[in-house]
């Protein structure tokens, strides 16, 4: 976050700019495909016109069933296919059913992904149609078995992967890439894949995930994503063993060989993509992606989701509780079970928002905020031996060695798990938490669901169906006593998506806190009284591509606000602008 950022080294704002960096912005179309409606006749281009076998085999254009009479006639495509012709309706229906068949998730996650390969507007039809069955298929919780098994189950490359053997060479590595607008890029080093450790080259499961969200809640086009892994070798002993792993086998790099690489990627981004590409890095381990954020953030257009989306997400979820907890952000007392980039981002922006509404300053209002690492509370005794990271919530008090005594002791009214560690929110600390509060906030973040801290069943039984709960990976519905409790999911899906159309379509260059605030405060606005009443703290997917639309505008105009957007003139309405610029997955007519 900015605030932590400064004290960790470089004290440059993302304000300090170069104008000549000022250069237009928005969402580049080339083939003016979705400017034409959807009854216009666009052409198919690829490298020339796509025709016959070639066009069913390229996953942007192909439409398989769908062709139309006239179009396999004009598109030598007359015998290729079966003489029927089937609607995009119809393809969906008898996808979503064959979909349903499989018994384990892992096998629906590989049929979704074999249709990708296959039929791009199929399978982001499927997907932000079925938003709430399918998420949890192509993200958290199956992405995370999908990247243990990803050498298994590994078809076609999808992205890029950069490895030690293309350092000094990264820029012809990323010219390789056949699309030349990329205007979102998702990077992994694999070190630390969800709650599953290190993956190595396998985490590439993460960005092609991540940015298949982009695209169907977010509206960025498919052409402008690009997942990369940077492999640097892993530490994972089971991996090197193993004879179809598919990144290096050697021990990961760290200090000035990984430095070096990871430099030379950052400016080869730029100098291939601009400006204005969005760099988002996702699951590095603690020590590389503090350390990332802080030296990127003033000379690229970086965001971090472990850090800042798990934030603006749990901000959001916090501010929306208000209207059930009652009091303001400053009454309360947040206690966290785990103290790494998730939470102490979390902590961070919490701090930062409860300082704008109160206009008090944030070293006052990080004294509402305790975290417990894996040796206990953080102290001002432990300061010394503490990772930078952790120093601003080392406050005086005496030392505490368990959550149950944290809880205990400290008496919050908010407790958030990003630990990674599953079964730690046991039954004495939710029950300790019920006992001195009418209606405890309770968020198990940790994903997958294996590695939550309490189950949403745990959490409303050992309640007694008071707490208000809130988890990152999904949770059936719970009936406790007669009444049916309602689990919401703090998923960084509600936020990234929505951030990231905001930050494309102004042509914004860096990335400030102020636009987190944005994202968390417009997220929190779109519960309605009747989610409330279930106990939701955040609204349905299924409304996520208004929601993102809405995040989107309110991100722009702080873009704007700041003068860190470059699209000029700013579009009357944002919001119409930020729909306008969405990738609709619906089949065009070709000519």
């Not at 580049?28 to 052409?43: M, S």
């Not at 100098?271 to 969005?278: R, S």
């Not at 008496?411 to 405890?440: C, D, Q, R, W, Y």
């Amino acid at each position: 976050m900015e605030s932590t950022m400064k004290e960790l080294g470089d004290s440059a704002s993302v304000l300090d700019l170069d104008p000549k960096t000022a250069v237009g912005g928005g969402v580049e179309d080339v083939y003016g495909e979705d400017f034409a409606t959807e009854d216009q006749l666009i052409t198919p281009w690829t490298v020339s016109v796509a025709s016959g076998y070639s066009l069913l085999r390229d996953p942007r254009h192909n439409k398989g069933l769908a062709f139309t009479e006239k179009e396999r006639d004009a598109h030598y495509l007359s015998g290729l296919l079966p003489p029927v012709v089937l609607s995009q309706q119809l393809q969906e229906k008898k996808l979503m059913n064959s979909i349903r068949q499989y018994q384990l998730p892992i096998q629906k996650y590989m049929a979704m992904m074999e249709l990708e390969e296959r039929n791009e507007r199929l399978f982001y039809k499927l997907l932000i149609d079925n938003v709430e069955e399918l998420l949890p298929v192509v993200y958290t919780p199956t992405v995370g078995e999908a990247c243990q098994k990803y050498g298994s189950i590994f078809r076609r490359p999808q992205g890029l992967y950069i490895s030690l053997k293309e350092k000094g060479r990264v820029l012809d590595v990323l010219k390789n890439w056949p699309e030349r607008s990329i205007q979102v890029i998702v990077v992994t080093d694999g070190e630390r894949i969800l709650g599953l450790g290190d993956l190595g080259c396998q985490g590439m499961g993460i960005p092609v995930g991540k940015l298949s969200l982009y695209t169907a809640l977010g509206g960025i086009r498919p052409s402008a994503c690009l997942p990369i892994t940077i492999d640097v070798g892993t530490n994972n002993e089971k991996l090197l063993n193993d004879e179809f792993y598919i990144g290096l086998k050697q021990r990961r790099a760290t200090g000035q060989e990984y430095s070096e690489l990871l430099h030379e990627f950052m400016s080869a981004v730029k100098q291939c993509y601009g400006e204005k590409v969005l760099i988002q890095f996702e699951d590095f381990a603690n020590h590389n992606a503090f350390e990332l954020l802080a030296k990127y953030r003033t000379s690229h257009l970086v965001f971090n989701d472990d850090i800042q989306g798990t934030a603006s997400v749990v901000l959001a979820g916090v501010v929306s509780a208000l209207k059930i907890l009652g009091g303001s952000l400053a009454d309360h007392k947040f206690l966290f079970l785990g103290a790494g980039e998730a939470g102490t981002g979390i902590a961070e922006l919490i701090a930062l928002e409860m300082s704008k509404r109160t206009n008090t300053p944030l070293e006052e209002c990080r004294k509402r905020i305790y975290l417990v690492d894996s040796k206990g509370l953080i102290v001002k005794s432990r300061l010394e031996s503490l990772q930078h990271f952790k120093q601003p919530w080392a406050h005086e008090h005496e030392s505490v060695k368990t959550l149950l005594e944290a809880v205990n002791t400290l008496k919050p009214t908010v407790l958030i798990g990003a630990s990674g560690m599953g079964k730690t929110f046991t039954k004495e600390v939710i029950e300790a938490m019920s006992s001195f509060n009418e209606k405890p906030l309770i968020m198990a973040l940790s994903n997958p669901t294996s590695q939550a801290e309490c189950t949403a069943e745990e959490a409303y039984t050992w309640s007694k169906g008071k707490a208000i709960f809130a988890s990152g990976s999904p949770f059936d519905p719970v009936e406790y006593e007669g009444k049916v409790f309602v689990p919401g999911q703090g998923n960084n899906a509600y936020i990234f998506p929505g951030f990231g159309l905001g930050v494309v379509m102004s042509g914004a260059i860096r990335v400030h806190d102020d636009m987190l605030l944005a994202a968390s405060e417009a997220l929190a606005e779109q519960v309605t009284d009747a989610e409330y009443e279930k106990g939701l703290i955040y609204p349905p997917f299924s409304k996520i591509r208004k929601i993102s639309a809405e995040i989107a505008a309110k991100v722009a105009a702080k873009a704007y606000e700041l003068g860190l957007a470059s699209r000029i003139p700013r579009p009357a309405s944002l919001v119409k602008y930020a729909e306008s610029c969405m990738y609709s997955p619906v089949y065009r007519n070709y000519r």
